[in-house]
């Protein structure tokens, strides 16, 4: 399994980026997915999900309204595009695979139902 993530950078607060995670090895259309953040000092947190079959998001409230995740199952890509990005959004982020077995649409997200993860792309964002 390989989770390729990209589209991280430099940006001013109230800018935009859109994150992209490009995956293979696995079935893409049998995983959830999601983002995950850690900026320094700090744990890795769930900033968004979305269930294999992009019908369900759920989303931290510190991006509610900011963020939004998506998902290509032609591309096997899910995508996580950030507005009016803050300083506090400076982290690294990664996409993580969670495997659906017989869990459709998941009422918690918990870090260890995730079993794949990309390498981690760095989003700066400066005041």
């Known amino acids: 399994v390989q989770l390729q993530a990209s589209g991280g950078g430099s940006v001013q607060a109230g800018g935009s980026l859109r994150l992209s995670c490009a995956a293979s090895?696995?079935?893409?259309?049998?995983?959830?997915m999601g983002w995950f953040r850690q900026a320094p000092g700090k744990e890795r947190e769930l900033v968004a999900a979305?269930?294999?079959?992009?019908?369900?998001?759920y989303y931290a409230d510190s991006v509610k309204g900011r963020f939004t995740i998506s998902r290509d199952s032609a591309k096997s890509t899910v995508y996580l595009q950030m507005n009016s990005l803050r300083p506090e959004d400076t982290a690294v982020y990664y996409c993580?695979?969670?495997?659906?077995?017989?869990?459709?649409?998941?009422?918690?997200?918990?870090?260890?139902?995730?079993?794949?993860w990309g390498q981690g792309t760095l989003v700066t964002v400066s005041s």
């Open positions: 993580a695979a969670r495997r659906r077995n017989t869990i459709q649409n998941p009422t918690a997200w918990p870090i260890g139902a995730f079993g794949s």
């Open positions: 090895g696995l079935f893409f259309s049998s995983n959830h």
């Open positions: 979305i269930t294999f079959n992009g019908k369900t998001t």
